[in-house]
Every structure is written in C-alpha cells, then in structure tokens.
C-alpha cells in the first residue's frame, strides 16, 4: 500500500500493477482463505503420512487468539501456543505440522498419533522432554528421546562460575558432536551409526555419568548449587539423552524443530496475532505446507500454484499432490 507520495506515481502503479492498490485487511484474508479451501486436502494428506512416521519431533512457541474457543476439558489454562510438529517418514521425506491453539505439544502429537496405523513399531519422539511436549495417556507408545542440547544449554550458562567442571561436560558433549559428523560425512546407515556411537561416544558418556555421580555422591558438588541442578538434569534424563546408544537413526538434539518453529516466530513477530480460530488454521496450514516444501527441497511457490491449478485433482488424489510426489502427476509429467 502506497501512502503520501507523488500522487501521479501512485496512480501509475495502481493502474499498472495491482501490487499499488490498496486493499483492506480483510479482502487480502478472503482471497487467502479461498486459496486455503483448495489446499486443505493436502494438508489433511500430509497429517495422515505425517502420523506413519518413524521419528517424531515436538515443541512449543507462543502465540496468541483473541476470538479463541477454550475446551471445557482444558480448564483454567489461559495459554495459547504454536506447536510445532516434524515427522520422519521411512522414505526419508519429512512433514512439518503446526497448530495454533490453547493445546500443547503433547496433545497436538496425540491428536496426530490418533490417525497412525496400529500395526506399526513405535517412533522415535524426540523433545526437550517436559511433560507437555510428551504424549498423552491412551496414545499409541513412542520411544521418548532428550534433547542434548537443552542439558548442555545449562552448563554454558553457568560456565563462568564453574568453568572447570562446565569444561570437562562441555568438552564430552563435544566429541559426541564431533563423532556425529564423522558419521555423516562418512554416509553411514542407521545401524553403521549406531555401532559407530557404541564404540566411540558411550565410553565418553558413561565417563561422563561415573564423574557427574561420584561428584555428588562424594559431596564435591552441591546438589542445591546451579552445577548441582545442572547434573541432575542430565542424570534424571539420561534414558532418554542416550537412546542414540540403543536405537538405529535416534537424533542427539531437537535443534530441527526449533529451526522449524521459527517460521512461527518470524510470523508472531510481523502479524502480533490471529484475531480468530479460523485465521489460525489458515496461517497453519500455509506454514505447513510452505516449510515441508523447505524440509524437501521443493520451491513452495511453485508448489502453492500447481495445487490450486489442479484443485481438482488434488481434492480426488490428495496422496499423490504431495512435495515430494506433486511434479509426477503434472500433466506433461503424465504425457511424457
């Protein structure tokens, strides 16, 4: 929208260009949200793949409603949150999922698991590991993977008062990082990975746990003090820090979810707000779509055009208007 200015050039861009008339709030919602009824078949397909997943990753960012409805069953909670949701799929493609809403990541996931396929082995969910990142009772089980980000996150912080044992925590977590990329750069499979950690990062973990016990055991730690709290966060976690040891392709950290939840952030912070649920949902939606296009390396402009150019094959066959399948079932794609 232009404001001021030489009057003369805004009546040439508006005349020339739709791009320089002004249009109101809720005009640019409506043309959105005719897109949104096209594409909604595609984001219900990605929740149904995204649920067959063999790794799950989960988190929570803020948000807010200002028309939102409140489930009775939810109580007094006040809070509104983006949850986002990223799901690995056996074929090596990935899905993200936000929703927008007065539920946290652990409802939002067990909404998701609702729809998965009951003769499928547990995933793997990978989370900071709070109870409101982690499934609800009565969903399908998952085996629940700590970010190992969160717990070294807590000796930084503290570094400059206990540098020599924040060293020695910072300096293990290290090499496990470094054995890590070794694996990557070297192509290694699932299970080569997980024999390559069992050789190499569980003699320095399980250092790390002897030292990090018989400190507090010994009393050369407070448990009180912020070194103190700080080991036990890992202590009380270490099941869960450690699954990389004992599962093929279990990641050491949640750091692509929090990648992806930025694309909330970045919206929170130019939009402030929805003003209702369903000006949620289509944000959600677009964000879905837009970031698994990302996740795939597929260009979601593109991608965006061709779903409502083809609507209606979209709306017949929405499993095959996927990212990462969408270019086959183009019609030249078809002719040839």
């Given amino acids: 929208t232009l404001v001021g200015g030489d009057s003369n ?99 939002n996931l067990t909404d998701l698991l609702s729809r998965r396929r009951e003769e499928l082995d547990p995933p793997i969910h990978m989370s900071d590991g709070s109870s409101s990142n982690t499934p609800k009772p009565g969903s399908p089980a998952v085996i629940p993977a700590d970010c190992m980000v969160h717990g070294r996150r807590y000796f930084v912080k503290i570094f400059d008062s206990f540098p020599e044992h924040c060293r020695y925590v910072l300096e293990a977590f290290g090499l496990v990082y470094a054995y890590e990329a070794q694996a990557k750069a070297d192509g290694l499979s699932p299970c080569e990975r997980l024999t390559f950690h069992q050789l190499q990062s569980r003699p320095v973990l399980d250092q790390l746990n002897q030292k990090m016990r018989s400190d507090l055991d010994e009393c050369r730690v407070e448990e009180n003090s912020p070194l103190g709290k700080a080991y036990l966060y890992l202590l009380k976690r270490w099941h869960g820090l450690t699954v990389f040891l004992r599962v093929p392709g279990a990641p050491l950290d949640n750091n692509e979810l929090e990648r992806q939840l930025k694309k909330a952030v970045l919206h929170r912070k130019n939009a402030l707000f929805y003003r209702s649920d369903r000006g949620a949902l289509v944000g959600d939606l677009y964000m879905s779509l837009i970031k698994t296009c990302e996740l795939n390396g597929v260009n979601a402009f593109d991608y965006l055009n061709q779903l409502q150019a083809h609507a209606a094959d979209l709306a017949a066959k929405p499993a095959q208007w996927l990212p990462w399948n969408y270019t086959e079932n183009l019609p030249e794609a078809r002719a040839s």
Wanted: glycine letters at 12%; zero cysteines; hydrophobic letters at 40%.
């Fill in 9 to 107: 050039l805004r009546d040439r861009q508006s005349a020339d260009s739709p791009h320089g008339v002004p249009l109101a709030p809720t005009t640019l919602f409506q043309m959105v949200f005719t897109g949104a009824k096209l594409l909604w078949p595609a984001f219900l397909e990605l929740m149904v793949q995204g649920a067959q997943g063999i790794l799950f990753r989960s988190d929570d960012t803020r948000a807010q409603i200002l028309e939102g409805f409140r489930p009775e069953e939810l109580g007094d909670r006040t809070g509104t949150f983006t949850t986002g949701l990223q799901s690995q799929l056996k074929s090596g493609a990935k899905v993200a999922i936000f929703a927008t809403g007065p539920k946290h990541a652990g409802e």
